[in-house]
């Protein structure tokens, strides 16, 4: 599976960005979805999934109320709608494809496949 991520880019703090995932070469519906990022300087960080079925979806407490996952299977793309962005939100995002078990899904090593990642830089 390829994933392609896009979206980033320049905003300021309290604006929005929806990034996008473009999947590609596999069974898009047998994966559950994730969005994790790299702040500079940091570890990289769970950010949110969305199950394969689309009818569950996850958040890190830091973006709860504020991001939205989805997905449209037919169109084999994630999305990670990003309102009310902060300086602190600021880092490289990737999107990755797995199938990990619940108690594991902001684990990224329960993901078999990544995007290249996409920057997001939010000036306060």
């Known amino acids: 599976v390829q994933l392609q991520a896009s979206g980033g880019g320049l905003v300021q703090a309290g604006d929005s960005l929806r990034l996008s995932c473009a999947a590609s070469?596999?069974?898009?519906?047998?994966?559950?979805m994730a969005w994790f990022r790299q702040p500079p300087g940091k570890e990289r960080e769970f950010v949110s999934v969305?199950?394969?079925?689309?009818?569950?979806?996850y958040y890190a407490d830091s973006v709860k109320g504020r991001f939205t996952i989805s997905r449209d299977n037919a169109k084999n793309t994630v999305y990670l709608q990003m309102n009310s962005l902060k300086a602190t939100d600021t880092a490289v995002y990737y999107c990755?494809?797995?199938?990990?078990?619940?108690?594991?899904?902001?684990?990224?090593?329960?993901?078999?496949?990544w995007g290249q990642g996409t920057l997001v830089t939010v000036s306060s």
């Open positions: 990755a494809a797995g199938r990990p078990v619940m108690s594991a899904m902001a684990n990224d090593k329960m993901y078999y496949y």
């Open positions: 070469g596999g069974t898009f519906t047998t994966y559950d």
């Open positions: 969305i199950r394969r079925s689309g009818g569950s979806t």
